[in-house]
């Protein structure tokens, strides 16, 4: 199986592709208004503060373009910048500038609002020692990038896909026949690969506990019921608390001692953030 490191790469040379190949097609026919070999410079800033991701999908979109286009990063992904900071200055033909603004822009403003909420979740938790996790809930095709930008935030990840291991899920369980026969089914399957088990109440947990479950989550447990199960599981496994989570919630919900915190609006909710790209 491929590294991550590995399958994000791959990732960004498709999604780059595709981009452009969706923007450009047979021809970018405004940039040929300019002549051909009018050089141009310019340089991008942020609009808001934010969490900068996505320096490598700006330079894949050019790489693709036309390489004789050059950047000047003032800024790595992870940084935290303030309004009209100048994230990187850039130079070459003004038609590769030009015809590749939009979807450099596109990715850098998606990536960097992922990272962004991220922080915002991570910050609200830092006096815990829970770790908040992403979930599978991302845009189409840009699952990696995502999952990448979640961690230049100060989040981790989930499982990446359907792949690298199982959750155990109500539909699961009852096409198995219980949980004991799921949790050993998954074992038989894909020996060392981790198993969570989703639970709606404090029965089901302690089935998925004497099952050998890696990780058990919590579904929808009130907060009385969260410090309970913390208190009978004592460790013979990972808890992952998931649903209703948002920033009024989350404290009190780190508080119980779970080990993670699931949040699909860590990817499925971010909001781009506002980048602005001049020309001299």
Known sequence: MLSFNDLLAQDRTLAVSQALSEDIRDGDITAQL??????????????????????????????????????????KDGDLVEPDTVLFEIKGPARSL?????????????????????KEY????????????????????????QKYAVTCGGCHNHRIGLYDAFLIKENHIAACGGIAQAVENAHQIAPGKPVEVETENLDELRQALSAGADIIMLDNFSIADMKEAVRITDGKAKLEASGNVDKTTLPSYAETGVDYISIGGLTKHARAIDLSMRLG
């Open 98 to 118: 030009l015809t590749g603004e939009r979807a450099a822009l596109n990715f850098l403003q998606l990536l960097s609002g992922t990272a962004t909420i991220c």
């Open 34 to 75: 300019i002549p051909e070999t009018q050089m141009g410079n310019g340089r991008v800033i942020s609009r808001e503060k934010a969490v900068i991701c996505g320096v490598d999908w700006v330079n894949a979109v050019f790489q693709q373009i036309d390489e004789s286009v050059s950047l000047n990063w003032k800024v």
């Open 122 to 145: 991570a910050d609200l938790v830092a006096h815990t020692q829970v770790k908040l996790l992403d979930t599978r809930k991302t845009i189409p095709g840009l699952r990696t990038a």
